[in-house]
Antibody, heavy 121, light 107 residues
Framework: EVQLLESGGGLVQPGGSLRLSCAAS????????MSWVRQAPGKGLEWVSA????????YYTDSVKGRFTISRDNSKNTLFLQMNSLRAEDTAVYYC??????????????WGQGTLVTVSS | DIQMTQSPSTLSASVGDRATITCRAS??????LAWYQQKPGKAPKLLIY???SLESGVPSRFSGSGSGTEFTLTISSLQPDDFATYYC?????????FGQGTKVEIK
C-alpha cells in the first residue's frame, strides 16, 4: 500500500525557516517524481515544487523561487522541502504528492495527509 | 502560466441528480488534465487523468471529457459520498496549475 507521511510543520515567525519531510513507503520511491502542493486556509490548491525521481531536475512556482528548496534522499525514501524567509502568505497545509512518472511531468495519484505551516508573529 | 477557470464555483444538487462541472484553460493543455475530489480536512483524491481516463477504484458514475481548452467532469447520479469540492489540474507545462474549485453541496 502506497503511503506518504508528512512531518515538520508548525508555527514559525516571519523570516524564519522550516524543513518539511515526507516519508514514502509501499512503492519504489526513486522511480517517481514528487511534488509539494499547498492549500491556504479556506483556499484552493497551489502547486509549489517538483523533483524528478533521481533528484536532478527541480521546478518551483515563482512565489517561492530563491526561498524554498526541494530535495530527496532515495536511500531513505524521503522527500524534503526546505523553506527559508517564510512569509505570512506561506501559511498553508503542505501536501506531498506522487507523480505518476519518473520525470516531473504527470498527474498526482497519491497524496499525503498534509502538514500545517503557520507563519505568524 | 496557464490559468484554469472552473464553473460553477458552487453547485447545489440533490442525490440522484446529474452534475456537470466545467474547466477552461487559458491556452491549450491538449489532454493533460486531471480531476480531483477533496473532502474537508482530507487530502485530494485523483478521479480522472488524461482528461477522460478513470482512475482505478473510482466509481463509473464519474466521467471526464474534453481536450484543448475546455473540459467537463460529469457525475451521472450524485451519491451522498460525492458532496465535496472538485478541482481540475493541468499538467501540460512544468508549472502545474489547479482550478479554483467547485463545491458540490446538498440542495
Amino acid at each position: 500500500e502506497v503511503q506518504l507521511l508528512e512531518s515538520g510543520g508548525g508555527l514559525v515567525q516571519p523570516g524564519g525557516s522550516l524543513r518539511l519531510s515526507c516519508a514514502a513507503s509501499g512503492f519504489t520511491f526513486s522511480t517517481h517524481a514528487m511534488s509539494w502542493v499547498r492549500q491556504a486556509p479556506g483556499k484552493g490548491l497551489e502547486w509549489v515544487s517538483a523533483i524528478s525521481g533521481s533528484g536532478d531536475i527541480t521546478y518551483y512556482t515563482d512565489s517561492v523561487k530563491g526561498r524554498f528548496t526541494i530535495s530527496r534522499d532515495n536511500s531513505k525514501n524521503t522527500l524534503f522541502l526546505q523553506m527559508n524567509s517564510l512569509r505570512a502568505e506561506d501559511t498553508a497545509v503542505y501536501y506531498c504528492a506522487r507523480d505518476t512518472m519518473i520525470a516531473p511531468r504527470g498527474h498526482f495519484d497519491y497524496w499525503g495527509q498534509g502538514t500545517l505551516v503557520t507563519v505568524s508573529s | 502560466d496557464i490559468q484554469m477557470t472552473q464553473s460553477p464555483s458552487t453547485l447545489s444538487a440533490s442525490v440522484g441528480d446529474r452534475a456537470t462541472i466545467t474547466c477552461r484553460a487559458s491556452q491549450s493543455v491538449s489532454s493533460w488534465l486531471a480531476w480531483y475530489q477533496q473532502k474537508p480536512g482530507k487530502a485530494p483524491k485523483l478521479l480522472i487523468y488524461k482528461a477522460s481516463s478513470l482512475e482505478s477504484g473510482v466509481p463509473s458514475r464519474f466521467s471526464g471529457s474534453g481536450s484543448g481548452t475546455e473540459f467537463t467532469l460529469t457525475i451521472s447520479s450524485l451519491q451522498p459520498d460525492d458532496f465535496a469540492t472538485y478541482y481540475c489540474q493541468q499538467y501540460n507545462t512544468y508549472s502545474w496549475t489547479f482550478g479554483q474549485g467547485t463545491k458540490v453541496e446538498i440542495k
